[in-house]
C-alpha cells in the first residue's frame, strides 16, 4: 500500500516535469481560437480590437488578443518562439523577416492569399514586396509570401501653417521641395525670441539624426550600402556633406533648439507646443497632431545636390506561424486585416495609418478640408519617391545601428561629419559581413 | 523483530531518497541542463530560432575584439566602485541606527524603504531626477549655486549618476543585516575594552569592524556578483545604451545582442565569460578572506 503510494508519488513527479520540459511541444493548442500578438499604443489597440471583433462575427473564429508595447514586443515574441509557444498571428518587422523565414517560424501564406482572392494589385507594391523573400533576397517581386503588410509608414515632413503665416513667409509648395540653402533661409527667418526675454524660444527645426537623415542622404546621392547591400557606402562627400549640414543646423546655424534644450523638452515635445516651424510627420502621428493648437500640412523633404526630393517608408507585416493548428483561419485574418475594406477603413478612420488599398487611398487623398491637407504626399511617397530604411531588408541591423552609436561628437560640433564617417565605415562593413554570412548560413542550414 | 526494522528501514530509506530526489531532479533539469546546454550553445552560430550550426570557438574568438563588449564590461567593473562606498555608509547608518535616538523606527523605515520598491520604478523616478533643467538633482545642487551636469546624457556623469542610485538602492540592506551583527557583538567586549581606556574610535575599530567582518565579506560577495549582472536600471534609463555606450553593461550588451540582433549564440558565449569572471573573483575573495579570517574562542 505504502510503496505503491510512493512510486505513483515519483512516477507522478516525472510526469509532471516532464511535460513542463517539453510541454506545448506542439506549439498552438487546437482549441478553434486564434491567437493574435501585436503592438501599438491606445489608439491602435482599440482600433484593431474593433476591425478583430468584425472579423470574429463574419466568421465565427474566435481571436484572442495579446498587445504589448512598441519596446517590449521584440523580446516577448522572440520569447513565445523560442518556448514553442507561437501566437498564430502576429507582426513580423521587415528585418527579421529573412531568420524567421529560414528558421522555420513563418508560414509561406502565397497560396492562402491567393485563394482568398486577395488583389494585391490593389495593395502597395512597396508593401506586399517587403514580405516576399525568394530564400537569397528579401524584396523580389517573384519571391514566395510570408506576410502581408499591416500597413506603410511614409515619413514626410510636416510645417506648422500657422507659425508659418504669422511669420510672413511663403507658404512652401507641396510640389517643389526646398534646396537645402532656401529651408535654411526659412529656418534662419523664423527662429527668433518672441516674447522678448532674450531667449530664443521658437525655431526652424529640430532633427534627430537616426530617423530624420535618411532622406537628406539620399537626396544628395549617398546611400549607406551598394545595390547588393554587400558594401557599406557612407564614406562618402555626399554622405558626409548631408551629416554635416543636419549637424550645422545646431552647432553653426542656430536654427533648432540646442543639446541641452533640447534634453530639456524634445523636439517632439516642442513642435507639438507650436515652438518649431518644420518637423517630420508620420501616418501614426497624424491622429495626435490634429489634436493640436496650429494648422499644419506636409512637404517633400528639402532636396540635397540630386534635386530629388527622398525619405523612407516603412512597413511592419502581419505573418502567420508555420506551427499554427489553423493556417486556413490564421491566413484569413491575416488578408482581412491587411486588405478587407471594411476593417482598413476603419483602421484609417482612427487615423493611424494611411490605407493598404490603393483605390481608397486616392479617394482619402482626394478627400476636402481634411487635415492634414496634402495627404497625397504621403501616398507619393509610398508610391513613387520613398525608400525602405537601409537595414530593413538586411539579414539584422546590427551594422546599421553602428552608425549612431558614437555620432554624439558631430552633432555636438566636435568632429567633422567626414573624419566620424571614415571612422565609422569600417566598423559598420564588418558587421554588415558578419550579417550577410549569416544570412548564408542560415539558408544553407534550412536548405538542408 | 528483526524484520520488521528492517522493513521500517528499508521504507524510510525509500522515503528519504524520494525527498532527495526531488532537489537533485531539480537541479540536474533546471541547473545543469541549461548550464550545459548554453555551454553548447555558445560554441554555436544560433539566431535563437533555427538551426544551431557548431562553429567551435569562433563566438569566444570573436568577443575578444567586440569593442562595445569590451566596452560594456569595463562600464559593469566601473559600476562597482559604489560597492565599498555603499558598505561604508550602510555600517556608519547601523552605528547610528544602533543608539537610542528618537524616530528610530522611523528612520530605519525610511532607509528601507527603497529596498522593498519596485526597481523598475525607482529607475524611472531617478531617471526624472536627473534630468538637466527640471531635475530635482540640479534643482537641489543649484541651491548651492552649483550648475548640475544634464547626468544621463553626459559620457562622463552618466555613469555616476547610476553609481548614486544604485548606492541609494542598496543602502537598507546592508544597514539591516549590519544592524543585526552589530547587535549580536558580546556587550562584554565592549566593557572591557572601555576599562582599559579604548575611546568610541578604537572600540568601533577593533571590535565592531572585525565582529561584523563575515556580514562585510558576504555583503561584498553577493554585491559583486549582483553588480555583474546590472541591467534593469540600465535598460530603463537609458535604453540606448547611453551616450556613446557610456552606461551601457555586460548583460544589457548581451540582452542586445540576444534579443534584437538575434545572435543567441554569441550572446550566450560572452554571458558564459561573464559567468566565468564572475566565479573567478568570487574565488579570490574566499581565498583571500580564508587568509585573513581569525576566530574567538
Redesign the interface.
Known sequence: M??SR?TT??VA??VL?STA?CGSGSGTDDDGKLTFMFRGGEDEKAAYQEAIDRFSEETGVEVEVIVTDA?QY??KL?AA??GNNVPDVFYIEQA?LQ??V????LLDITDHVEAAGVDLDNLWEYGVNSYRYDGTLQGTPDGALYGLPKDVGPFAMGYNKTMLEAEGIELPSPDEPYTWDEWLDVLKKVTKDTDGNNEVDQWGTGLNVQWNMQGFAWSNGADWTNEDRTEVTVDTPEMAEALQYIADLTTVDEVTPN??QA??LDTYQRWMEGELAFFPVGPWDVSVYNELDFDYDLIPFPAGSTGEPATWVGSLGIGVSATTAMPEEAAELVTYLSADETAQQTLVDAGIQVPNLKDMAAEWAAEEGTSPANRQEFLDIVEDYGRPMPAAMTY???WYDEMW??I??VLDGQQTAEEYLAEVEP?MQALLDESND?AE??AA??AN | MAGTASRLHRSENRWALAFVAAPVIGYLLFTLYPVCFAVYASLTNWNGLGVMRFVGLDNYVKLLSDANFLESLYNTFFYMIGIPIGLGMSLALAVAMNRKIVGLTAFRTIYYVPVISSLAAIAILWQWAYNGDFGLVNQALALVGIDGPNWLASTVWAKPAIILMAIWKGLGYSMILYLAAIQSVPRSLYEAAQLDGANGWQRFRTITLPMVRPVTFFLVVTNVIGGAQIFTEINIMTPSGGPEYSTASAVWHIWRQAFRYQQMGYATAMAIVLGLLILIITLIQFSLNRRNSFAID
Open positions: 505504502r510503496k510512493l508519488g515519483i513527479t516525472l516535469a520540459a519596446d521584440a523580446t522572440q518562439i523560442s527579421n531568420s524567421y529560414t528558421s522555420g517560424v543639446a541641452e534634453a530639456t539584422g541591423a546590427a552609436t558614437n554624439q561628437p566598423r549569416q548560413q542560415a542550414a534550412s
